[in-house]
């Protein structure tokens, strides 16, 4: 059920609903979550110039990717919005993204991730926290339209609007130390890491919630 909107939530409330958030990832699957303020959210312009140098494969191939992703200072405005997030951890085998992308097991993990980062922010929102919202990790068009156009870039409607989420990255925040200040296990994966060179992989998600 619906909770009423209010002007101002109180602070204990704001505490004890973050908390259950946090369990929520857990219940979803996550291997952490954390419940972090917005200071801690990193943005680098380096991140953003990962997706340039070497040009990334989707760029410019989905509504969710630069360059339609928002400026970076327009990410830091709408970040120092919000006073918290819940930071989300997810923790797979090697092979899940060491293997050659676009596999089942790709698709599956991140699918993982942008499902728990849609579920908290639907139950944020329908707990009077209207203006909660989600980014999970990776373009969304490989997940939601893999054989087809973009439909926001063809002047349609997302095909997966309420599925389909900003990356942390197309952002701009450096996910990765982030992860490391929150105490969590992270290694570089890259097209030629082999699954022997990693303990495991990992994604990615944030909520900002309040």
């Known amino acids: 059920m619906a909770r009423k909107i209010v002007d101002n939530i109180p602070a204990e409330v704001v505490q ?3 908390e259950k958030y946090r ?8 291997a952490d979550a954390v419940i972090i303020k917005t200071e801690q959210v990193i943005v680098d312009e380096r991140v953003r110039a990962k997706c340039l140098n070497p040009k990334c494969g989707a760029y410019g191939t989905n509504a969710n990717c630069p360059p339609h992703a928002p400026d970076l200072e327009t990410v830091r405005k709408i970040v120092s919005k919000y006073n ?6 997810n923790r797979f085998p090697p092979e899940t ?5 676009r596999t089942k097991t790709y698709t ?15 139950a944020a929102f329908n707990d009077g926290y209207y203006l ?56 570089p994966i890259g ?10 992989s990992v994604t990615l998600g944030l909520v900002l919630v309040y």
């Open 97 to 101: 993204f060491t293997s050659e992308f």
């Open 16 to 18: 004890a609903d973050l």
């Open 191 to 200: 097209c030629a890491t082999a699954a022997s060179d990693v303990p495991h």
């Open 108 to 122: 599956q993990g991140r699918l993982k991730n942008h499902g728990i980062v849609g579920a908290i922010e639907t």
């Open 23 to 30: 369990k929520m990832a857990l219940d979803l699957g996550a």
């Open 84 to 89: 918290y997030a819940v930071f989300i951890y």
């Open 132 to 187: 909660a919202t989600g980014l999970a990790d990776g373009p969304c068009r490989p997940l939601y339209c893999p054989e087809k156009e973009c439909g926001v870039l063809e002047g349609k409607g997302c095909r997966a609007a309420f599925k389909a989420r900003y990356a942390m990255e197309s952002w701009g925040m450096d996910a990765y130390r982030m992860a490391v200040r929150a105490g969590w296990e992270i290694y």
